[in-house]
């Protein structure tokens, strides 16, 4: 069965780095594009950004553009989010959901992002 | 972008009743070269990731009940829930994904009466 399972969330401190895995089993990973969406403490769902399936077409949100990278390794079946100059606003639960030709029909159970000192 | 604005922020309604969720976009996403409108609906209970319920507007996703239907075209939708269940009880996002950013809509709580 198709499991997206999201890593790496975790404290940090504003201006720091974290880097959030998602790994992918049950299907062809590098079949399909993959997004990461946020979704801050009691707030509604943001998308942050999508990589498509061979990794070489990349958009994000301007609220995180300049300071995050998704990337991917299907070779090891991982999605990736480098998240960079992290600030408070950035606080969220982090979700990556597999795009079957615009259909996000899996979403992981999410990693949970506090940016705090 | 695209704004994504859904109505009523909150809804409640009595088992087995019908709610109607209402979700209206700043700008067209129907894509007139393949007729398809770039909206979803998803489901998200409290402490759970969201669910896909319909894609391309009115496409019901495999496993969700019928009781569940979409609607609209352009810049109009709508979710209806036929006969509304416990288990209903979630917040409801619309999304559109004709173009980045992607963007969904400040969500629809639902309780029961």
């Known amino acids: 069965q198709v499991q997206l399972v999201e890593s790496g969330g975790g404290v940090v401190q504003p201006g720091r780095s974290l880097r959030l895995y998602c790994a992918a089993s049950?299907?062809?990973?590098?079949?399909?594009?993959m997004h990461w969406v946020r979704q801050a403490p009691g707030k509604g769902l943001e998308w942050v950004a999508v990589?498509?399936?061979?990794?070489?077409?990349?958009y994000y949100a301007d609220s995180v553009k300049g300071r995050f990278t998704i990337s991917r390794d299907n070779s090891k079946n991982t999605l990736h989010l480098q998240m960079n100059s992290l600030r408070a606003e950035d606080t969220a639960v982090y979700y990556c959901?597999?795009?079957?030709?615009?259909?996000?029909?899996?979403w992981g159970q999410g990693t949970l992002v506090t940016v705090s000192s | 972008d695209i704004v994504m604005t859904q109505s009523p922020d909150s809804l409640a309604v009595s088992l087995g009743e019908r709610a109607t969720i209402n979700c209206k976009s700043s700008?067209?996403?129907?894509?007139?070269?393949?007729?398809?409108?770039?909206l979803a609906w998803y489901q998200q209970r409290p402490g759970q990731p969201p669910k896909l319920l319909i894609f391309?507007?009115?496409t019901r996703e495999s496993g969700v009940p019928d009781r569940f239907s979409g609607s609209g075209s352009g810049t109009d939708f709508t979710l209806t829930i036929s006969s509304l269940q416990a288990g209903d009880v979630a917040v409801y996002y619309c999304?559109?994904?004709?173009?980045?950013?992607?963007?969904f809509g400040q969500g629809t709580k639902l309780e029961i009466k």
């Open positions: 990589i498509s399936y061979v990794g070489n077409k990349k």
């Open positions: 999304q559109q994904y004709y173009s980045t950013p992607y963007t």
């Open positions: 700008q067209s996403i129907l894509y007139s070269s393949n007729n398809k409108n770039y």
């Open positions: 959901a597999r795009d079957g030709e615009w259909i996000w029909d899996y």
């Open positions: 049950g299907f062809t990973f590098s079949d399909y594009a």
């Open positions: 391309w507007a009115s």
